[in-house]
């Protein structure tokens, strides 16, 4: 089991930036891959970004390749998204996940809100026009 806490969240302009970090703690953090997703109101929760355990590999939507970067630092238990140039339409609440190594073997990537094992509970981000 592993528990996810979400922060950096908050109000910014268009073209500007933030930071978010998820701090994670129970199980060993980089057994896990980790990932974003965001939730608007009305839509279905969707993909941002992932990274593999030792974060060789990253993977993006194509709505933020170019602007979002994600990292990790296993030794702090720490997720990190760095979120440039944000637009409106990047508006929602950004969740923290964890796809356990079982989950990976059989599903593949974390592209997906079904192929996490852990949710955070949520940092809301706010872009204005």
């Known amino acids: 089991q592993v528990q996810l806490v979400e922060s950096g969240g908050g109000l910014v302009q268009t073209g500007g930036s933030l930071r978010l970090s998820c701090a994670a703690s129970?199980?060993?953090?980089?057994?896990?891959?980790m990932g974003w997703f965001r939730q608007s109101p009305g839509k279905e929760r969707e993909f941002v970004a992932s990274i593999t355990w030792s974060g060789g590999s990253t993977y993006g939507a194509d709505s933020v390749m170019g602007r979002f970067t994600i990292s990790r630092d296993n030794a702090k238990n720490t997720l990190y998204l760095q979120m440039n140039s944000l637009k409106p339409e990047d508006t929602g609440v950004y969740y923290c996940?964890?796809?356990?190594?079982?989950?990976?073997?059989?599903?593949?990537?974390?592209?997906?809100?079904?192929?996490?094992?852990?949710w955070g509970q949520g940092t809301q981000v706010t872009v204005s026009s």
């Open positions: 996940a964890a796809q356990s190594l079982s989950t990976a073997q059989r599903v593949g990537v974390l592209t997906k809100p079904e192929n996490s094992d852990y």
């Open positions: 129970g199980r060993t953090f980089s057994l896990y891959r």
